[in-house]
């Protein structure tokens, strides 16, 4: 069992290195094709003013991107249509066509693994908080208290304010 375990985990790293790349590539080939650097650290006010990408989005892509972990990265990506649209934004800005296929290939693989989980995003999210320690003790935290909430509802216990 602890087989199948490091193989998911390992596989799950592999991709979140990959999608980081491939959205890195793509995001500073377009910004290079508009003729604006892209080579220090990326900002999302670049990718809202270039790509035209709202703020929660290019806050995500740019918080992925940075993460030097790949399962904190995969944790913080948008769902295969944010990186669609970033795909499509960054088509109509000028990004190559090797970058532009290079991250479809990272996205449909994205999409392939969350078909493989019954709750999609949800589900991998909770599969990731098990090897990410500070967002393991949050979700163990948030359980306790759902359990706190349901046993003081049913022995009527609970009170409204």
Same mark, same amino acid.
């Given at each position: +069992?602890?087989?199948a ?6 596989r ?11 959205l890195?590539g !793509? ?10 650097p892209g ?23 740019? %918080?992925?991107?940075s ?9 913080? +990506? ?14 109509s800005?000028?990004?190559?066509r090797?970058?532009?296929?290079r991250?479809d ?6 999409a ?9 995003? !949800? ?17 163990? %935290? ?8 349901? +046993?003081?509802? +049913? ?7």
């Amino acid at each position: +069992m602890a087989g199948a375990h490091d193989g998911l985990k390992h596989r799950l790293e592999v991709l979140g290195v990959e999608l980081c790349g491939a959205l890195d590539g !793509t995001i500073r080939a377009a910004l290079a094709a508009q003729s604006l650097p892209g080579d220090g650290a990326l900002r999302p006010v670049q990718l809202i003013g270039t790509l035209g990408l709202d703020k929660s989005l290019a806050s995500r892509v740019v %918080r992925s991107i940075s993460t030097e972990d790949p399962l904190r990265a995969l944790h913080g +990506m948008p769902t295969p249509q944010g990186i669609g649209l970033i795909a499509r934004a960054a088509s109509s800005r000028g990004a190559p066509r090797e970058a532009l296929e290079r991250l479809d290939r990272a996205k449909a693989a994205y999409a392939d693994l969350l078909s493989e989980f019954g709750g999609g995003r !949800t589900d991998l999210e909770a599969t990731l908080m098990g090897w990410i320690p500070e967002q393991r003790s949050r979700a163990e %935290r948030d359980a306790r208290r759902s359990v706190f909430r349901g +046993m003081t509802t +049913m022995s009527g216990t609970r009170t409204s304010a």
